[in-house]
Protein backbone atom coordinates (compact mmCIF):
# COMPACT_ATOMS: atom_id res chain seq x y z
CA UNK A 1 0.00 0.00 0.00
CA UNK A 2 1.06 3.23 -1.04
CA UNK A 3 0.83 6.61 0.66
CA UNK A 4 -0.65 7.85 -2.80
CA UNK A 5 -2.76 4.26 -2.86
CA UNK A 6 -4.20 5.33 0.00
CA UNK A 7 -4.85 9.09 -0.04
CA UNK A 8 -6.71 8.61 -3.23
CA UNK A 9 -8.84 5.51 -1.28
CA UNK A 10 -9.94 8.03 1.65
CA UNK A 11 -10.23 10.77 -0.47
CA UNK A 12 -7.80 12.85 0.29
CA UNK A 13 -4.71 14.13 -0.86
CA UNK A 14 -0.91 12.86 0.46
CA UNK A 15 -0.22 16.34 1.41
CA UNK A 16 -3.59 16.18 3.74
CA UNK A 17 -2.23 12.81 5.43
CA UNK A 18 1.24 14.10 5.92
CA UNK A 19 -0.39 16.67 7.63
CA UNK A 20 -1.91 14.81 9.66
CA UNK A 21 1.22 12.05 10.20
CA UNK A 22 4.42 12.22 10.53
CA UNK A 23 4.82 9.31 8.04
CA UNK A 24 3.90 6.34 6.49
CA UNK A 25 4.94 4.32 9.29
CA UNK A 26 2.49 6.35 11.31
CA UNK A 27 -0.48 6.14 9.19
CA UNK A 28 -0.38 2.25 9.11
CA UNK A 29 0.00 2.38 13.01
CA UNK A 30 -2.85 4.26 13.11
CA UNK A 31 -4.56 1.71 11.02
CA UNK A 32 -3.40 -0.87 13.05
CA UNK A 33 -4.31 0.25 16.18
CA UNK A 34 -7.84 0.73 15.18
CA UNK A 35 -8.17 -2.99 13.49
CA UNK A 36 -6.88 -4.24 16.88
CA UNK A 37 -9.66 -2.63 18.50
CA UNK A 38 -12.02 -3.75 16.06
CA UNK A 39 -10.94 -7.30 16.08
CA UNK A 40 -10.97 -7.12 20.01
CA UNK A 41 -13.94 -6.48 19.83
CA UNK A 42 -15.22 -9.22 17.68
CA UNK A 43 -13.35 -11.78 20.12
CA UNK A 44 -15.12 -10.55 22.61
CA UNK A 45 -18.02 -10.63 21.21
CA UNK A 46 -17.52 -14.11 20.14
CA UNK A 47 -15.88 -15.69 23.35
CA UNK A 48 -18.79 -13.98 25.88
CA UNK A 49 -21.90 -15.27 23.07
CA UNK A 50 -21.22 -18.94 25.05
CA UNK A 51 -20.34 -20.36 28.36
CA UNK A 52 -18.40 -23.35 27.94
CA UNK A 53 -14.89 -22.75 27.91
CA UNK A 54 -14.31 -25.24 24.96
CA UNK A 55 -17.05 -23.10 22.82
CA UNK A 56 -15.36 -19.68 23.64
CA UNK A 57 -12.19 -21.15 22.54
CA UNK A 58 -13.91 -22.34 19.24
CA UNK A 59 -15.71 -18.79 18.98
CA UNK A 60 -12.73 -16.83 19.26
CA UNK A 61 -10.45 -18.81 17.24
CA UNK A 62 -13.41 -18.59 14.41
CA UNK A 63 -13.66 -14.35 15.02
CA UNK A 64 -10.05 -14.46 14.63
CA UNK A 65 -9.84 -16.22 11.41
CA UNK A 66 -12.91 -14.71 9.97
CA UNK A 67 -11.20 -10.92 10.92
CA UNK A 68 -8.45 -12.28 9.03
CA UNK A 69 -10.15 -13.69 5.49
CA UNK A 70 -12.99 -10.48 5.58
CA UNK A 71 -10.21 -7.88 6.02
CA UNK A 72 -7.11 -8.53 4.54
CA UNK A 73 -5.83 -6.08 4.09
CA UNK A 74 -5.91 -4.63 7.57
CA UNK A 75 -5.07 -8.07 8.84
CA UNK A 76 -1.22 -7.36 6.78
CA UNK A 77 -0.99 -3.52 8.44
CA UNK A 78 -2.02 -5.13 12.18
CA UNK A 79 0.33 -8.27 11.85
CA UNK A 80 2.55 -8.17 8.40
CA UNK A 81 3.69 -4.29 8.00
CA UNK A 82 6.52 -3.29 9.98
CA UNK A 83 5.23 -0.65 12.25
CA UNK A 84 6.70 0.88 15.59
CA UNK A 85 3.99 -0.11 17.47
CA UNK A 86 4.90 -1.80 21.22
CA UNK A 87 3.60 -5.25 21.80
CA UNK A 88 4.20 -6.60 25.34
CA UNK A 89 5.27 -3.49 26.86
CA UNK A 90 4.03 -1.14 29.28
CA UNK A 91 3.61 1.44 26.01
CA UNK A 92 1.31 -1.18 24.15
CA UNK A 93 -1.74 0.75 22.79
CA UNK A 94 -5.12 -0.26 25.03
CA UNK A 95 -6.67 -1.48 21.42
CA UNK A 96 -3.95 -3.85 21.36
CA UNK A 97 -3.72 -5.05 25.24
CA UNK A 98 -7.71 -5.73 24.20
CA UNK A 99 -6.83 -8.22 21.97
CA UNK A 100 -4.83 -10.09 23.76
CA UNK A 101 -6.84 -10.12 26.86
CA UNK A 102 -9.45 -11.87 24.78
CA UNK A 103 -6.52 -14.92 23.58
CA UNK A 104 -5.93 -14.86 27.52
CA UNK A 105 -9.56 -15.42 28.52
CA UNK A 106 -10.05 -17.34 25.85
CA UNK A 107 -6.99 -20.02 27.34
CA UNK A 108 -7.63 -19.34 31.41
CA UNK A 109 -9.50 -22.40 31.90
CA UNK A 110 -7.01 -24.15 30.06
CA UNK A 111 -4.00 -22.87 31.60
CA UNK A 112 -4.41 -25.21 34.71
CA UNK A 113 -0.30 -25.49 35.55
CA UNK A 114 0.94 -23.48 32.42
CA UNK A 115 1.37 -19.69 32.41
CA UNK A 116 -1.86 -17.96 30.48
CA UNK A 117 -0.14 -15.38 28.65
CA UNK A 118 2.11 -17.95 26.91
CA UNK A 119 -0.65 -20.41 26.31
CA UNK A 120 -2.35 -17.09 24.87
CA UNK A 121 0.77 -16.63 22.91
CA UNK A 122 0.72 -19.74 21.42
CA UNK A 123 -2.99 -19.85 20.47
CA UNK A 124 -1.99 -16.29 18.40
CA UNK A 125 0.97 -17.77 17.18
CA UNK A 126 -1.42 -21.18 15.93
CA UNK A 127 -3.91 -18.90 14.79
CA UNK A 128 -1.86 -16.30 13.24
CA UNK A 129 0.22 -19.02 11.26
CA UNK A 130 -2.78 -21.20 10.31
CA UNK A 131 -3.80 -17.38 8.17
CA UNK A 132 -0.94 -16.60 6.86
CA UNK A 133 0.34 -19.68 5.13
CA UNK A 134 -3.70 -20.56 4.16
CA UNK A 135 -3.30 -17.03 2.50
CA UNK A 136 -0.32 -17.57 1.32
CA UNK A 137 -1.29 -21.13 -0.29
CA UNK A 138 1.33 -22.99 1.71
CA UNK A 139 -1.53 -24.99 2.98
CA UNK A 140 -4.40 -26.18 1.43
CA UNK A 141 -7.24 -24.45 2.40
CA UNK A 142 -9.45 -27.56 2.10
CA UNK A 143 -8.04 -28.69 5.56
CA UNK A 144 -8.17 -25.44 7.05
CA UNK A 145 -10.92 -26.26 9.72
CA UNK A 146 -9.26 -29.69 10.68
CA UNK A 147 -5.87 -28.04 11.07
CA UNK A 148 -8.34 -25.09 13.36
CA UNK A 149 -9.80 -28.25 15.31
CA UNK A 150 -6.32 -29.74 16.03
CA UNK A 151 -4.70 -27.17 17.33
CA UNK A 152 -8.06 -26.11 19.84
CA UNK A 153 -7.92 -29.63 20.72
CA UNK A 154 -4.38 -29.38 21.87
CA UNK A 155 -4.76 -26.13 23.46
CA UNK A 156 -8.05 -27.04 24.82
CA UNK A 157 -7.18 -30.42 27.06
Known amino acids: ????????????SQPVLYSQFKSKDAIV??????GFADLAAEMRAARTSTRGPRRAIANVAAAYVAFAEHRPALYDAMFNQAVSLPFA????????????????????????NDDEDLLAEVLWSGL?????????GRLPRQDHER???????RLSR
Open 1 to 12: MTTRRLAKRVEY
Open 29 to 34: AAVAVE
Open 89 to 112: TSETPEALRSGFDELRHAVRPFAA
Open 128 to 136: HGLVSLTRG
Open 147 to 153: RLALLLS
